[in-house]
């Protein structure tokens, strides 16, 4: 479905950029006062060459990475980016209106510019704060820090039965086919500088490496959308350690849960 769609988009961007570059082409010809139908074809071949080439790069994969990363978002980050744009593009609508009345072309820029800059530092200071959601939506709340852990003098400990999941047994894939067995009834834990692990390895260059990210995402999208075993990822990190391997046995040796891996060494 996703390769026919693709392909669909390819060949309309190889239409508009045919005319597009068309249109150039005739234009730069009158400019010249060169043949215009040379100079038209030539630039329609490349609109045509371009679009194919091009259109998936702009269209197709943008928002299949957009799908993945908001499939394995913490919920308080997703929430703190929404509210982030909404306030943000409040705020740029106040200064439309005095905007909108200077002289052109800076009303036609400024407006817009003012938009995007509201919107970033909005985001940026939302997602700063995003742990402050949780005490906000209580169904946010997800495990204390590892400095809140360890001051939490309460008997219950919300990680007594958590496995930790690691970067090699997420891109493997058959978790989720273990979780629906019923053979695994702990909650999957998943720290945040795994995912970014995982998020760092799907934009390698190298194929196969890249492939093996974007599986490790599809995987976790999979096991928060089907898994009947609730799946928590969480901000809990070890500053001390510098590789994830070596935060993940730390942050295990804390919560004195299990770690769950393929990694043999």
């Known amino acids: ?36 139908i040379a100079y038209t074809s030539i630039f329609s071949l490349l609109g045509v060459l371009g679009g194919l080439i091009l259109t998936p790069y702009f ?50 820029i400024l407006p817009i510019l003012t938009a995007f ?7 940026v200071l939302f997602t700063m704060r995003q742990n402050d959601l949780r005490g906000i939506l209580p169904s946010m709340r997800t495990a204390p820090t590892t400095a809140q852990a360890a001051n939490n003098g309460s008997d219950h400990d919300p990680f ?19 979780s629906k067995t019923g053979f695994i009834r702990s909650t999957l834990l998943v720290p945040n500088f795994i995912l970014l692990e995982l998020q760092h390895i799907a934009d390698s260059s190298d194929t196969l490496r890249r492939n093996r990210g974007r599986r490790g995402l599809d995987v976790l999208g999979i096991l928060r959308n089907e898994a ?19 935060k993940l046995v730390a942050l295990a040796r804390h ?10 060494n």
């Open 160 to 178: 007594a039965d958590a496995v930790l999941l690691d970067t090699s047994v997420i891109i493997d894939g058959r978790i989720t086919d273990i």
């Open 117 to 123: 800059f509201f919107c970033y530092v909005s985001v």
């Open 255 to 264: 919560l004195k849960c299990p770690i769950m891996t393929n990694d043999y």
């Open 228 to 246: 009947p075993v609730p799946i928590k990822i969480t901000d809990m990190d070890v500053t001390e350690v510098k590789d994830a391997d070596s």
């Open 1 to 36: 479905m996703n390769l026919s769609i693709e392909f669909f988009l390819r060949l309309a961007g190889a239409f508009v950029g045919a005319i597009i570059l068309g249109f150039a082409g005739n234009t730069v010809a009158k400019l010249l006062q060169a043949p215009i």
């Open 59 to 108: 269209t197709v994969r943008p928002v299949r990475r957009l799908r993945q990363n908001i499939a394995v978002m913490p919920a308080e980050r997703l929430l703190a980016i929404i509210v982030g744009i909404f306030l943000g593009l409040i705020a740029a609508a106040l200064f439309a209106l005095p905007l909108s009345l200077l002289p052109p072309p800076f009303r036609q």
